[in-house]
């Protein structure tokens, strides 16, 4: 596992910013590295044409990035799926509004439709990011853990911002490229199988075990990143192994 030893400043987190930054850019690189040559072409192609970002794992943190315009204010409850602490499986009703589910539905369907839609891409690549980390598959009355206050290498945190960049700022720092190389390489094919409900579901799992080992106002430190970064680590590669191929039956079927 990768270590971070610099200065962590770990501040509250927005429930849209799942994996983070570097999670999110990590993640897209690893799917791309998973791709074929001929969808990593045409990624390339997408992401220069629409020219903010310089690649297509970096044009990955977009959906986050378009929060601060309210314009795209619509797409703010499209990241995560909230259920009753009662729930063991995701249910259709919990999606009765929207919610990450019918986002990846909806962009796929969108960028099969039209491969050179960039924002159908971006969103989708985010999204099926955001459905692997567990705190966005979560429990409504906790808002995925925004509202448990935890404490994090001595500074104040909530669960989900631990889980959404916490753990992996401190295993990696920034460097999200060489973390998702690092990941391709331990990618296993078998897990691109199922559906995105399936991988919901194993969310939810997660984020069940999670809590089933939180005590109020913990304290966490390093045993909270050995415990918790392979699981990270595991719901990055899984994501990627899917999303490269749902890219490759869009761009190289």
């Known amino acids: 596992m990768y270590r971070y030893c610099g200065f962590l400043l770990l501040v509250l987190s927005s429930q849209v910013h799942a994996w983070g930054f570097t999670g999110h850019k990590a993640f897209c690189e690893a799917a791309y590295d998973l791709t074929s040559a001929t969808t990593q072409k045409a990624l390339d192609a997408i992401a220069a044409k629409q020219g903010t970002y310089h690649s297509f794992a970096e044009a990955c943190t977009w959906a986050d990035d378009i929060k601060k315009d309210h314009q795209w204010d619509w797409s703010k409850h499209l990241h995560y799926i909230n259920v009753s602490r009662s729930e063991t499986t995701l249910h259709d009703a919990d999606c009765n509004k929207g919610c990450v589910l019918s986002a990846i539905a909806e962009q796929e369907a969108k960028l099969q439709q039209d491969p050179q839609n960039w924002q159908a891409l971006f969103f989708l690549a985010h999204f099926v990011g955001d459905l692997h980390q ?13 509202k448990t206050q935890v404490t994090f290498f001595g500074e104040p945190a909530n669960l989900h911002g631990v889980f959404d960049f916490g753990i992996i700022e401190h295993m990696v720092g920034d460097d999200w490229k060489d973390f998702g190389d690092h990941l391709a390489k331990l990618a296993n094919k078998d897990d691109a ?7 919901g579901d194993e969310s939810l799992a997660l984020t069940r075990e999670i809590y089933a080992g939180y005590q109020p106002h913990e304290i966490l430190g390093q045993p ?8 990270i680590e595991q719901q990055i590669e899984k994501g990627a192994v899917r999303l490269a191929k749902i890219l490759d039956q869009i761009y190289n079927p």
Not at 134 to 146: F, I, K, Q, T
Not at 224 to 231: A, C, D, N
């Open 134 to 146: 567990p705190l966005h598959v979560s429990y409504a009355d906790d808002w995925g853990g925004n």
């Open 193 to 199: 199988s199922g559906t995105p409900e399936q991988w």
């Open 224 to 231: 909270y990143v050995e415990q918790y970064g392979p699981l």
